[in-house]
C-alpha cells in the first residue's frame, strides 16, 4: 500500500531547462510534503517543503506546488543544472513520521 | 560541525545472525530516526527515538529493536537476519518540536549485506 507514488523512475532535462518531477499521494491526513535529493554514497538532503495548508512554496529556482484536490505535487526546478542531476525523493508527514515515495532520477544534459 | 555519522559504513552478515548498526546525530538534536532503503525504493520508516523511548514505529517486525543513550546517539538491532534484510540503513535527526514536521538530516547509511 503506496501512500506516496512517484510514477516516473526517470526524467531527462536539457541543461537551462524546467526540470519538472510528479508526486502522488493517498492519505489527506499528511501535513507537510517534501523534496529530498539524493546523490550516490550519500544521504538524502532536504530541499524544499510545503505545508498541507499552502498551495505553492518557493526557494531560490526551486518551486514546489500542492493541489491538494487531485492529491497531487509537482517540483519545478528552473533553470535546470547539471549538479541536479539526483535521485529526487517526494515524501509526507503526519507528526513527524516521514513518508517517502520511490523517487525519480533526474539527469541534466550539458 | 559534524553532521550525522553512521557505522558501519559497510556489513556483511549471514542469515541467522544478529547485526547492531550506530548513529550519533547532528549537533544539538535530540531526536533519531530509522529507515530502510531497499534497492531502487524510497527510504522506509522503521521507527524514531526521543528521549531514551521509541515513539513512533513503521511496519517492521520486532526483530527490529533500537535503543537511545543519553547522549542521544542511536543504534538499531536486527536480530534473526534474513537475506530480505539486506538494504541501506539510514539515520535521520532532528530536534524535537511542537511542529507538524521538525526537519531531519540523514547521515551516509550503513550498507547491510545478508548472505
Known amino acids: 500500500d503506496q501512500q506516496v507514488k512517484q510514477n516516473s523512475p526517470s526524467l531527462s532535462v536539457q541543461e537551462g531547462r524546467i526540470s519538472i518531477l510528479n508526486c502522488d499521494y493517498t492519505n489527506s491526513m499528511f501535513d507537510y510534503f517534501l523534496w529530498y535529493k539524493k546523490y550516490p554514497a550519500e544521504g538524502p538532503t532536504f530541499l524544499i517543503s510545503?505545508?498541507?495548508?499552502?498551495d505553492k512554496n518557493e526557494d531560490g529556482r526551486f518551486t514546489v506546488f500542492l493541489n491538494k484536490s487531485a492529491k497531487h505535487l509537482s517540483l519545478h526546478i528552473v533553470p535546470s543544472q547539471p549538479g541536479d542531476s539526483a535521485v529526487y525523493f517526494c515524501?509526507?508527514?503526519?507528526?513527524?513520521?516521514?513518508?517517502f515515495g520511490p523517487g525519480t532520477s533526474l539527469s541534466v544534459i550539458p | 560541525d559534524a553532521g550525522v555519522t553512521q557505522s558501519p559504513t559497510h556489513l556483511i552478515k549471514t542469515r541467522g545472525q544478529q547485526v547492531t548498526l550506530r548513529c550519533s546525530p547532528k549537533s544539538g538534536h535530540d531526536t533519531v530516526s530509522w529507515y530502510q532503503q531497499a534497492l531502487g525504493q524510497g527510504p522506509q520508516f522503521i521507527f524514531q527515538y526521543y528521549e531514551e523511548e521509541e515513539r513512533q514505529r513503521g511496519n517492521f517486525p520486532d526483530r527490529f529493536s533500537g535503543h537511545q543513550f543519553p547522549n542521544y546517539s542511536s543504534e538499531l538491532n536486527v536480530n534473526a537476519l534474513l537475506l530480505g534484510d539486506s538494504a541501506l540503513y539510514l539515520c535521520?535527526?532532528?530536534?524535537?518540536?511542537?511542529?507538524?514536521?521538525?526537519?531531519?538530516?540523514f547521515g551516509p547509511g550503513t550498507r547491510l549485506t545478508v548472505l
Open positions: 515524501a509526507a508527514t503526519s507528526y513527524d513520521k516521514v513518508i
Open positions: 510545503i505545508s498541507s495548508i499552502k
Open positions: 535521520a535527526s532532528s530536534l524535537y518540536g511542537d511542529r507538524g514536521y521538525n526537519e531531519q538530516f
